[in-house]
């Protein structure tokens, strides 16, 4: 081969090398996004908390509306008009003015207004714990946004570092120490670490979107500044009554009690006594009138609706029976799963330490020509899965945070809410 074609290929590999480059030097324009805790303090505006309260609005209503006693009923009859003889039209007419007013006896209205306070308790805990998952959302988001962005970065830093290596590889070709095709696979490596870094540059702004969505966030956001992967969570001892999912399912164990209650006071008759005012035409005088009414329970005793009820208490205490299982084997699970992640996240950052210092003597001796291309490659690939597996440590951090601030009844990295 002619120097001279020898001399082509190697500047092709240079120009490409710098084109790649070239894209490394483009300004970045940021907005920061609000920090966790600021968003968290504007949870209230989230759809899902929205609902939540408006649930609440109406079962309180109901509670309001059970405390109501039923209207009287007010009657007018008439007697003894357009008939025949002296009957005949309105002359000697026996007319009745009565209000009767059902009494509600036998409980009913107390059983009636329980019920809809049990009702209002378990949604009011229903409320609680939407708002807690709103919470752990808000933060699942917010951290894989900022893990996306760290990746972003990361993939940056593996184009400098590759393109570094594969510039020098070519210095290596030019001066005769390595063969052409030292220069070619630079050139690959850095095509194939752009395209990388350009598809995690698109999940980063497809998660910053989400961010944007989901925070209700006015402006678009285009960087994290406070980070929440370093936050290191703090795990609170409650007991599992404690935890929301068993509260709720107490409170609804509870009100469908109350509504065992409210049927079998449903299925004892209903009082009605009436007052009234009676004018007789014909003898020109008035009396009173007073009277009880009620209906005789020969066939309908509300037997379906007491053994519906019945049933679904039992349902009831099985969810609740359910739901402290689930909780005591969870909350065993997320507290595993936290240390564990809280050691990942030691073990992954001595990890990068220790990987950073083989690639730097690597490309101290690749450069003296003591070690080949082939091993640089490695120690960048290490490098690179070293720093990688440091971000998916803090994200599995993340979760492990999430799922046991839900059983403790908090916002992640918080407080009760």
Known sequence: ?????????????????????????????????????????????????????????AAEA?????????????????????????????????????????LELWGRRGTRVAAARAEAGAVGLQRDLAVIDAAGRLALVYAEAEAAQ?????????????????????????????????GIQGEA????????????????????ARLTAVAMIPAPVTQIDASLLDETPTPVGSAIEDAPTVRVA???????????????????????????????EAEDATALTFGLSMPLPLFDRNRGNIDAAQAEFRAADARLMSA??????????????????????????????????????????????????????VTRTALVNARSAAVDARLARVRAEIDLARLDGRAPFQGAL
């Open 1 to 57: 081969m002619s120097p001279t074609s020898r001399r082509r290929p190697r500047y092709a590999v240079g120009c490409a090398l710098a084109a790649i480059a070239a894209t490394l030097a483009s300004p970045v324009w940021a907005d920061p996004a609000p920090t966790y805790a600021q968003l968290l303090a504007q949870l209230g505006e989230a759809p899902a908390t929205l609902e939540a309260g408006a649930n609440y609005d």
């Open 62 to 102: 109901r509670v309001r509306q059970a405390r109501v006693r039923p209207n009287p009923v007010l009657g007018l009859d008439v007697e003894n008009a357009y008939g025949s003889g002296p009957y005949s039209g309105l002359n000697n007419a026996d007319m009745t003015l009565a209000l009767s007013q059902d």
């Open 150 to 182: 760290r990746r972003a970065t990361l993939a940056e830093e593996t184009l400098t570092l590759t393109v570094a290596d594969a510039r020098a590889a070519l210095a290596l070709v030019e001066e005769g120490r390595e063969p052409l095709l030292r």
């Open 189 to 208: 490596e850095a095509a194939s670490a752009r395209a990388t870094r350009d598809e995690a540059v698109a999940e980063r702004d497809a998660a910053y």
């Open 250 to 280: 107490e409170a609804q164990r509870i009100a469908a009690e109350r509504r065992i209650d409210v049927q079998r006071a449903q299925a004892r008759p209903d009082i009605n006594a009436s007052v009234g005012l009676r004018r007789f």
């Open 324 to 377: 402290r299982q689930d909780a005591q084997a969870d909350r065993a699970a997320a507290v595993a799963r936290l240390a564990a992640s809280v050691r990942r996240v030691n073990a992954a950052d001595a990890g990068v330490t220790a990987a950073e210092e083989a690639y730097r003597l690597s490309r101290i001796g690749f450069e003296s020509g003591r070690i080949s291309q082939v091993e640089l490659r």
